[in-house]
């Protein structure tokens, strides 16, 4: 395969040159082109994935050799600073309390469902680690304990799945948008915040994140192709956990990888072990960079496991054998970020004590939270959907008062 670097070199008839802001325009001396002087290589060794996965950290817990961490020229990564590991390491610690924590409390009867990212901990937190103050994440329902790396309070993050109306917190204030149920439109949100971003001239980067089966949308497939026609800095963050409920990823795609997708759309893909936190630290950290810069979109899969069932409702012993979930809790990623600080020397007893101490404190902060029942008035279904109501809904909010009505007279 051969990819051309100069995208300027397009019918004119066909491709006109922009007229205003808002068409995409002769793509600029741009992401590949700069790639190539940049790095030295090829576009189409810019845009395909390296040939393996991006593992520093290994299982055991130990470094790997710089020859086999999956780099090669032009996807060559540098190790996270202490702080930055560290500052992971709390909250991976606190993420998988608050997985715990919650599926207990679903079972109690005061959470109504939580899609559970254990396993998926060193994912949630590269994505909120690896972004700046400014910058927007656009995460999916399982993707609860990124929102709280990110510095959402744990409670109003949890809102949603109460069966509350509303989403809990501000996603304009906190730059996260609401946790998205319908699979991938988080993905058409994030670009659109990208494309207005860039048309306002901010450097503001989106991480727009979604699973595999979402990668089978024709969404998916909108935002991305939408971003690198208007060249827009946002990371595509595919949390690859093998499976669409009960669909194993085999039976949905059989491209070599989901990061092979970006090339088709004229972006860099990349795959990383989605279990090694501090790969995922770089990998997202260089992605996000390089799409402040300038480059265009990124893609990046993690290679990662639901070690839990879908959600409370799933029963994932029905499509999965015990033993698979073995070979994956073997490579967990908090237990391998926990033996590699340990053994650098940065974690101590004392320190490790800390953390899970500051763990408790949110788990009894959700059960507290949670505790009571939420109030719901059923007619604010129908109060924040348009600013004047479609007659449709007039007509439904009048069907819902008769019933509620009529169910009253009957007490
Ligand atoms: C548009 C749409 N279609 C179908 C569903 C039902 N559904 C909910 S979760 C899910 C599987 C999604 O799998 P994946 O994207 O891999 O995310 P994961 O749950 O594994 O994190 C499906 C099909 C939905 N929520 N939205
Ligand atoms: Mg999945």
Same mark, same amino acid.
């Given at each position: 395969?051969?990819?051309?670097?100069?995208?300027?070199?397009?019918?004119?008839?066909?491709?006109?040159?922009?007229?205003?802001?808002?068409?995409?325009?002769?793509?600029?001396?741009?992401?590949?082109?700069?790639?190539?002087?940049?790095?030295?290589?090829?576009?189409?060794?810019?845009?395909?994935?390296?040939?393996?996965?991006?593992?520093?950290?290994?299982?055991?817990?130990?470094?790997?050799?710089?020859?086999?961490?999956?780099?090669?020229?032009?996807?060559?990564?540098?190790?996270?600073?202490?702080?930055?590991?560290?500052?992971?390491?709390?909250?991976? =610690?606190?993420?998988?309390?608050? /997985?715990? *924590?919650?599926?207990?409390? &679903?079972?109690?009867?005061?959470?109504? +469902?939580? !899609? $559970?990212?254990?396993?998926?901990?060193?994912?949630?937190?590269?994505?909120?680690?690896?972004?700046?103050?400014?910058?927007?994440?656009?995460?999916?329902?399982?993707?609860?304990?990124?929102?709280?790396?990110?510095?959402?309070?744990?409670?109003?993050?949890?809102?949603?799945?109460?069966?509350?109306?509303?989403?809990?917190?501000?996603?304009?204030?906190?730059?996260?948008?609401?946790?998205?149920?319908?699979?991938?439109?988080?993905?058409?949100?994030?670009?659109?915040?990208?494309?207005?971003?860039?048309?306002?001239?901010?450097?503001?980067?989106?991480?727009?994140?979604?699973?595999?089966?979402?990668?089978?949308?024709?969404?998916?497939?909108?935002?991305?192709?939408?971003?690198?026609?208007?060249?827009?800095? =946002?990371?595509?963050?595919?949390? /690859?956990? *093998?499976?669409?409920?009960? &669909?194993?990823?085999?039976?949905?795609? +059989?491209? !070599? $990888?989901?990061?092979?997708?970006?090339?088709?759309?004229?972006?860099?893909?990349?795959?990383?072990?989605?279990?090694?936190?501090?790969?995922?630290?770089?990998?997202?950290?260089?992605?996000?960079?390089?799409?402040?810069?300038?480059?265009?979109?990124?893609?990046?899969?993690?290679?990662?496991?639901?070690?839990?069932?879908?959600?409370?409702?799933?029963?994932?012993?029905?499509?999965?054998?015990?033993?698979?979930?073995?070979?994956?809790?073997?490579?967990?990623?908090?237990?391998?970020?926990?033996?590699?600080?340990?053994?650098?020397?940065?974690?101590?007893?004392?320190?490790?004590?800390?953390?899970?101490?500051?763990?408790?404190?949110?788990?009894?902060?959700?059960?507290?939270?949670?505790?009571?029942?939420?109030?719901?008035?059923?007619?604010?279904?129908?109060?924040?959907?348009?600013?004047?109501?479609?007659?449709?809904?007039?007509?439904?909010?009048?069907?819902?008062?008769?019933?509620?009505?009529?169910?009253?007279?009957?007490?």
């Amino acid at each position: 395969m051969t990819i051309s670097a100069d995208h300027t070199a397009q019918d004119p008839d066909t491709n006109p040159p922009a007229s205003n802001a808002a068409a995409p325009g002769p793509v600029p001396e741009d992401a590949a082109s700069g790639a190539v002087r940049k790095f030295g290589i090829t576009v189409e060794d810019y845009m395909l994935p390296a040939r393996h996965q991006i593992q520093m950290v290994g299982p055991d817990g130990t470094l790997n050799p710089h020859t086999e961490q999956g780099s090669q020229p032009g996807h060559e990564y540098a190790l996270p600073g202490d702080e930055e590991l560290m500052a992971a390491y709390e909250q991976l =610690v606190i993420g998988r309390r608050v /997985n715990d *924590q919650n599926s207990a409390l &679903v079972r109690q009867g005061r959470m109504a +469902v939580y !899609p $559970s990212s254990h396993g998926q901990e060193a994912c949630q937190v590269a994505a909120a680690l690896c972004l700046s103050e400014g910058d927007w994440m656009f995460p999916t329902y399982r993707d609860s304990v990124a929102i709280m790396a990110r510095g959402i309070d744990p409670v109003q993050t949890m809102t949603l799945f109460r069966g509350d109306w509303h989403g809990g917190y501000n996603p304009a204030e906190h730059k996260v948008g609401i946790q998205c149920t319908p699979l991938t439109t988080q993905l058409l949100h994030g670009v659109g915040v990208a494309h207005a971003a860039k048309l306002r001239g901010e450097d503001t980067v989106v991480l727009a994140m979604c699973g595999d089966g979402a990668t089978s949308e024709g969404d998916f497939h909108e935002a991305l192709n939408f971003a690198a026609v208007f060249h827009l800095p =946002v990371v595509f963050f595919v949390q /690859n956990n *093998q499976y669409a409920i009960s &669909v194993p990823l085999a039976h949905q795609s +059989v491209a !070599p $990888s989901l990061a092979h997708k970006a090339v088709g759309y004229g972006m860099a893909g990349e795959r990383v072990d989605g279990n090694d936190t501090v790969a995922l630290l770089a990998v997202l950290g260089r992605a996000v960079r390089l799409a402040r810069e300038g480059s265009g979109p990124l893609l990046v899969e993690a290679h990662t496991y639901r070690m839990q069932a879908h959600t409370n409702a799933d029963d994932a012993t029905r499509y999965r054998q015990d033993s698979e979930v073995a070979e994956w809790v073997a490579k967990d990623p908090l237990s391998r970020m926990k033996t590699y600080l340990t053994g650098r020397g940065l974690l101590d007893g004392r320190r490790a004590a800390a953390i899970a101490e500051k763990a408790e404190a949110v788990a009894s902060q959700l059960r507290e939270g949670l505790s009571e029942d939420v109030l719901v008035d059923p007619q604010d279904l129908f109060k924040y959907v348009f600013s004047t109501p479609t007659p449709q809904l007039k007509e439904q909010s009048a069907m819902l008062a008769d019933e509620l009505a009529r169910e009253e007279a009957a007490k």
